[in-house]
């Protein structure tokens, strides 16, 4: 959090992650991240660092998800809204991108909502308590497990909540009983269109078309999906390691011909 004075008076901005401020994990570690100026997030963050340092006690958030505060109670209630809705016949889906899902109450919450119809796409790089394809159980949800050079860091939460705008979420946290209740965690809302979009349709829709993501079994075995003969292999980390070269390679063309110009 960065409090800077400005022509009209004081303007606070933030920067948001999925990961850390550490330069050896930053060369590992798969991650995203927000820096933005909004009031609505920018004086969350600023109410969430006043309770850390003694200056407020009961800190209230609408736009930011924190453990241990709302982050676990915001999550089923966001779980419950798809099952709703599943039952109430509108458009339900829930894609979850984590490290590790073993928190009872979230898992139970996530079979009542495969039971209403609700499409889940899980991935979840490491331990899952959640057993996916089982009839009557959780059949509508599949769980991946996508492993490669880097570590899959990031988390993104996404909820279709219906004929209204999909909720998108970015954090820190797993779906865990030490994140939600025992340390401090921030999970955020994406609201820019753009950055959706890029989330939405290049990040998301890539890690569920990589072929190399192996999917839980009802036994507890991980197996690769078939791939039709003559399909080309997907690997999402080497589209996005294409993309970020190929934007390194843009930037830097720009910056020489700024340069030459002057």
Do not use: W
């Given at each position: 959090l960065v409090v800077?004075?400005?022509?009209?008076?004081?303007?606070?901005?933030?920067h948001?992650?999925?990961?850390?401020?550490?330069?050896?994990?930053?060369?590992?570690?798969t991650a995203l991240s927000l820096f933005t100026a909004r009031e609505?997030?920018?004086?969350?963050?600023?109410?969430?660092?006043?309770?850390?340092?003694?200056?407020?006690?009961?800190?209230?958030?609408?736009?930011?998800?924190?453990?241990?505060?709302?982050l676990h109670s915001g999550m089923q209630a966001l779980i419950q809204r798809e099952t709703r809705n599943a039952k109430a016949g509108k458009p339900a889906r829930i894609i979850a991108k984590t490290n590790s899902l073993i928190e009872k109450e979230t898992i139970d919450n996530l079979y009542a909502a495969?039971?209403?119809?609700?499409?889940?796409?899980?991935?979840?790089?490491?331990?899952?308590?959640?057993?996916?394809?089982?009839?009557?159980?959780?059949?509508?949800?599949?769980?991946?497990?996508?492993?490669?050079?880097?570590?899959?860091?990031?988390?993104?939460?996404y909820f279709e909540n219906g004929d209204k705008e999909a909720d998108?979420?970015?954090?820190?946290?797993d779906w865990m009983p030490r994140n939600f209740f025992r340390r401090i965690e921030c999970v955020f809302p994406i609201q820019d269109p753009d950055l959706r979009k890029e989330i939405l349709e290049d990040i998301i829709a890539c890690y569920l078309e990589?072929?190399?993501?192996?999917?839980?079994?009802?036994?507890?075995?991980?197996?690769?999906?078939?791939?039709?003969?003559?399909?080309?292999?997907?690997?999402?980390?080497?589209?996005?390691?294409?993309?970020?070269?190929?934007?390194r390679t843009r930037n830097q063309s720009l910056l020489d011909s700024e340069t030459a110009k002057a």
């Open positions: 800077r004075r400005e022509a009209d008076g004081l303007r606070r901005y933030v948001l992650g999925t990961g850390n401020y550490n330069p050896k994990t930053a060369k590992l570690y609505e997030i920018t004086s969350e963050v600023a109410d969430l660092f006043n309770t850390l340092t003694g200056f407020s006690r009961s800190p209230t958030f609408n736009s930011l998800l924190v453990a241990p505060f709302n495969s039971q209403a119809g609700v499409k889940i796409d899980l991935i979840v790089r490491g331990i899952c308590g959640l057993v996916p394809g089982v009839k009557g159980l959780s059949e509508n949800i599949t769980v991946r497990s996508i492993l490669g050079r880097y570590l899959e860091h990031s988390r993104i939460y998108l979420y970015i954090g820190s946290a990589d072929t190399t993501a192996k999917f839980l079994q009802p036994n507890g075995a991980y197996k690769l999906k078939p791939r039709p003969k003559g399909d080309s292999p997907v690997s999402s980390q080497i589209r996005f390691m294409e993309k970020a070269e190929a934007e």
